[in-house]
């Protein structure tokens, strides 16, 4: 079991390499509070409150919601970068003949973030699909004797 504070932990130092300069974990551990309903949603449970306990499917599963969300802000902010007032910190080459700059491409880097994105929300889909296989149950509890109803029914024919 894990709680939303150890699922940001990990994320952080396992999934983001403990990237001080891209997030931190208050702010995973806020955004894992403030969509914990989306995580309901996609699964069918009703986690709520301060101590919210998730077993290692569900909280797997909600790294990956997590991570592609993260994902797709990161490309929307590499979009919007591009043609900025203050393109120097996006300079990757400098040349000294016939004086060339090289810039990056922001838009192929948020093609990449959008391709992660991609990926983490595949990952996702497979995770919740098998989880809520595994965890159904069933809708309702048919009591009759099923071997004897298939023996009439081949029997009567109706």
């Known amino acids: 079991m894990a709680n939303l504070g150890q699922i ?7 999934e983001l390499d403990a990237d001080a300069n891209e997030t931190n974990i208050s702010s995973i551990s806020g955004w894992l509070n403030a969509n914990i309903g989306e995580l309901n949603n996609l699964i069918f449970t009703s986690h709520s409150g301060t101590g919210i306990d998730l077993n290692n499917e569900e909280a797997d599963i909600f790294k990956h919601l997590y991570l592609a969300n993260y994902y797709k802000k990161r490309s929307r902010n590499a979009i919007k970068t591009i043609g900025g007032s203050s393109p120097t910190n996006n300079i990757v080459s ?27 929300i595949e990952e996702l889909n497979k995770l919740v699909f098998a989880y809520n296989s595994y965890q159904g149950q069933p809708t309702q509890v048919y009591a009759r004797n099923m071997v004897s109803d298939v023996l009439n029914i081949l029997a009567t024919g109706t």
């Open 8 to 14: 940001a932990q990990n994320i952080f130092y396992f």
């Open 94 to 120: 400098v040349s000294d003949e016939d004086s060339s700059v090289t810039f990056i491409n922001g838009n192929e880097v948020s093609k990449q973030f959008r391709s992660l994105s991609k990926d983490h």
